[in-house]
């Protein structure tokens, strides 16, 4: 009757200071359960507690569509694509996070675009495949920055309160070394979705690297509370690592960069991270492990790439130049 894909559906209760909230996500066409939850707090202040709800609902939900879209156009021939389905086909491609597969996701986006120009979010995924072109060094480096700069504008000029099109931009401006620029893009992705996971792992993420590391650590935490299941889940954690690395926490860190490194898409810079704050903790062989795992795949990785991809102080890069000493890293 309303003609809609999904429908989200559930109860509330109350039972003296407890507070539980049954949710389910249906597909309506199959009638499936496509995602369930139970939300249960103490009552100590019910506002704040149904926000935190609120909040972590709606980007279960995104997450689990977006999940169910994808796996659905990767069903559909190429050529029988919509702009919607081109899009969700990219984003399959781009969350494998290698080199072919980001090629993918690019020309998928880029039908996106052309079957429908106002799509903001086509743009923002498009922004995000030159971005990764430029941070795994994939291809020239500049080029790639100006490539991921130029499809965020495409994305604000065409929607400017989608969090997804500040939240490209931000990646975009950290690239191009306009930290200050980049915090605003990003804190205005997440005031405009509060909700939006992806948007609070990128501030951990520049955070991590050239802002508080305490504000990179709480957002970390806040991107894992709204999607514990994300396919970036190892950029959330190895940005929390870092963190710990620049506030001396080495341990810790080590801690971190290890549940990073596990995750089954993580890419050659979540092993660094990995590599280098084992490393600092004074786990030599533990982390040269990592170090031989990188080298399997790209024989000649060094902290000099490692470095390259990331944008931290002149205290920070030595700090990891040690380590990176330590292990033999720094010979390649």
Do not use: C
């Not at 309506?28 to 369930?36: D, E, F, L, Y």
């Not at 969350?95 to 986006?109: G, L, T």
């Amino acid at each position: 009757m309303l003609n809609v894909e999904y429908v989200v559906s559930g109860l509330l209760r109350r039972d003296g200071s407890r507070l539980t909230v049954q949710v389910e996500l249906s597909e309506v066409r199959s009638g499936r359960i496509v995602w369930a939850e139970i939300f249960n707090h103490s009552v100590d202040d019910a506002f704040l507690v149904l926000d935190e709800i609120g909040d972590r609902i709606v980007a279960a939900i995104a997450s689990e569509v977006e999940a169910v879209e994808r796996n659905r156009a990767i069903l559909k021939p190429p050529n029988s694509l919509n702009a919607w389905e081109a899009h969700h086909r990219g984003l399959w491609h781009m969350y494998r996070f290698n080199r072919m597969d980001n090629e993918q996701a690019q020309r998928f986006f880029e039908i996106a675009v052309g079957l429908d120009p106002t799509f903001a979010r086509a743009y923002a995924g498009l922004s995000f495949t030159h971005f990764q072109k430029a941070f795994q060094g994939w291809a020239e480096r500049q080029p790639e920055v100006d490539r991921a700069f130029e499809a965020a504008g495409q994305s604000l000029m065409v929607d400017d309160r989608d969090p997804a099109a500040h939240w490209a931009m931000g990646r975009a401006l950290w690239l191009r070394g306009s930290y200050d620029q980049s915090f605003r893009e990003l804190e205005t992705s997440v005031d405009l979705s509060p909700n939006f996971a992806q948007g609070h792992y990128t501030l951990a993420f520049v955070h991590s690297q050239v802002g508080n590391p305490g504000t990179a650590i709480a957002a970390s935490d806040q991107s894992r509370r709204l999607s514990p299941f994300d396919p970036m889940l190892f950029g959330m954690l190895g940005a929390r690592a870092m963190a710990l690395v620049r506030q001396r926490n080495f341990e810790e860190a080590a801690r971190w960069s290890v549940d990073a490194a596990t995750r089954p898409n993580a890419h050659a810079h979540i092993l660094a991270i990995a590599a280098l704050s084992l490393a600092l903790a004074g786990r030599i062989d533990q982390a040269r492990e990592y170090l031989t795992a990188i080298h399997r795949t790209l024989p000649r990785y060094g902290v000099r790439d490692f470095l390259t991809a990331m944008r931290f102080a002149r205290e920070d890069e030595v700090l990891f130049q040690e380590a990176a000493r330590r292990i033999g890293m720094d010979s390649n």
